[in-house]
């Protein structure tokens, strides 16, 4: 685009469409079609064996565990679990391959049409999800950073994936994080994924596209690849929007292309275009044979399902009046959710623990990478701690000071307070004193204060405050600040 134009106006003139294929995989001890171990980080290529490095003459058996967990996954989603799917092949060559094919399933996929909930400007918004597939994990290829070598590691190949396509629902880069974010939640909860995108665990290719607003076909689509992270799901798509935008208002055209995502410099890069796209050669697997699901393994497996994040959340805002934002918010991990339900059945008033734990504990846990379950202190102590804000021992502001050392020592708010001297100065004659000697010394402010500059009352507050370390009863303060001069 020109310098100088209004990029925000143009902006406005299209309308961003971007689907998701997320691969998942999932927490099996063993691979998917053979016995080795799917543990993370070992030597490399200790964990493989002829069936997984692609030996000719062997067969794979199917991971049982493995199709369970993609149909917990399915049924999660509000999929229909296909009575009858299959494997496929997909044929390509790469050295992280030794097979030459990746065991996946195509036209018959083991789940389909489903949906899942996420919350946009405090509404909720229905996100199809057009299949779940399962299909096996490549190696992986490591570059000598200086010198000319380049190693396989196939601990990886094999290990049993699944890939979950949405339907072009989402609208913006924002909407595609937050359905990253309950599809990481909702396999969080049915503990079929760790959701580790760092460590790959969690993957996701974006696709996005635009058109001008009020136009019903989809414009033509880029795949962005190699997004490792929830941050780099919206710079990449923020990105590639722009990019798309000004190739259109240029008068240029989109081509369907693969495009790799750069963090370091921020940029998307063709990597290659449809023309160039492979052609798989997908047939039926013929060494596996084809699964049944019947109805009877469906519900047993449906009796397994815990509450959901959604679930969660709906009856979070029934039970606790919590707006929609609190509720996703705090039933956004198990461990959270069931935390703040102990705090608000050990006494703890909901709106103002939610308060609590979506602002400082959340803060606290997120400076460490920390999960509310290695907390060094207790929901009783949390309630302990709300009560000395509520009887005015401590005013909300010392409450913070002292909610962080209950955090890294685990002690009692109580202790931390006498121990600290941070008990709240309720005694008016001493907040009294304290006024009139800031008015005192302060005879140009007050002047104008009277003048009419009541912005000044702040300027008080803080001074009082100051001289009495922050203790002083704020409301009490306050009164007596009108009272003195005269408002
Ligand atoms: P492919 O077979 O090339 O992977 P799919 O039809 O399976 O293509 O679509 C892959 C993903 O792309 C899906 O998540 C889908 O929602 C999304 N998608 C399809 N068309 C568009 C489009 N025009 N703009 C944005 N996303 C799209
Ligand atoms: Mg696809
Ligand atoms: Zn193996």
Not at 42 to 66: F, W
Not at 100 to 122: A, K, M, R, T
Request: proline letters at 5%.
């Amino acid at each position: 685009m020109k310098s100088g134009v209004d990029t925000g106006a143009i902006m406005k003139k299209y309308e961003v469409v971007i689907g998701l294929e997320v691969h998942a995989q999932l927490l099996t001890e063993t691979k998917m079609f053979c016995r080795c171990s799917t543990k993370f980080g070992s030597e490399p290529n200790s964990q493989t064996c002829p069936v997984c490095i692609g030996m000719p003459g062997v067969l794979p058996v199917m991971n049982r565990k493995a199709v369970e967990y993609a149909i917990l996954t399915g049924l999660a989603t509000n999929c229909r679990i296909a009575p009858y799917s299959r494997f496929a092949r997909k044929n390509y060559f790469y050295p992280d391959l030794p097979k030459n094919y990746q065991i996946s399933q195509y036209e018959l996929p083991l789940c389909e049409n489903g949906f899942v909930e996420i919350v946009v400007d405090d509404e909720v918004k229905r996100i199809g999800i057009t299949r779940i597939h399962m299909e096996e994990d490549a190696g992986k290829n490591i570059h000598e950073e200086r010198g000319d070598h380049s190693f396989v590691d196939l601990n990886r190949t094999g290990v049993p994936l699944m890939e979950i396509v949405s339907e072009p629902d989402l609208r913006s880069p924002g909407e595609a994080s937050e359905y990253m974010k309950k599809l990481r939640a909702i396999l969080r909860y049915l503990g079929v994924c760790d959701g580790n995108m760092e460590q790959g665990s969690l993957r996701c290719d974006a696709n996005v596209s635009i058109r001008p607003v009020g136009q019903n076909e989809f414009g033509t689509r880029a795949e962005l690849k190699n997004i490792n992270s929830f941050k780099f799901v919206e710079k990449a798509l923020e990105y590639e929007i722009k990019r798309q935008v000004s190739v259109i208002e240029d008068g240029g055209r989109i081509i369907q292309e693969t495009r790799l995502w750069d963090s370091a410099a921020g940029v998307t890069r063709s990597m290659r275009s449809k023309e160039e796209a492979h052609d798989y050669r997908y047939f039926p697997e013929p060494d596996l044979p084809p699964i049944l699901v019947s109805q009877e393994w469906i519900d047993e497996i449906k009796a397994k399902l815990p509450e959901l994040p959604d679930e969660k959340r709906k009856r979070f805002i029934g039970q606790h009046s919590l707006p929609e934002y609190d509720a996703e918010l705090l039933t956004s991990e198990k461990a959270i959710a069931d935390w703040y339900e102990r705090v608000v059945e050990a006494g703890g008033q909901p709106k103002v623990v939610a308060n609590w734990m979506m602002g400082d504990l959340m803060r606290l846990l997120n400076e460490e990478n920390k999960s509310v379950d290695a907390l060094l202190f207790g929901p009783a102590q949390m309630v302990g701690m709300l009560k000395l804000i509520d009887d005015d021992t401590i005013s909300g502001k010392i409450a913070k000071t002292v909610f962080e050392e209950m955090y890294r020592t685990g002690k009692n708010a109580g202790d931390i307070v006498k121990e600290k001297g941070l008990v709240q100065i309720s005694d008016t004659s001493e907040i009294e004193m304290a006024v009139d000697d800031v008015l005192a010394k302060s005879a140009s402010e007050v002047e104008r204060f009277k003048a009419g500059d009541e912005k000044l009352m702040g300027f008080f507050v803080g001074q009082v405050m100051k001289a009495t370390k922050g203790k002083a009863n704020p409301k009490m303060l306050n009164d007596l600040l009108k009272e003195k001069l005269g408002k």
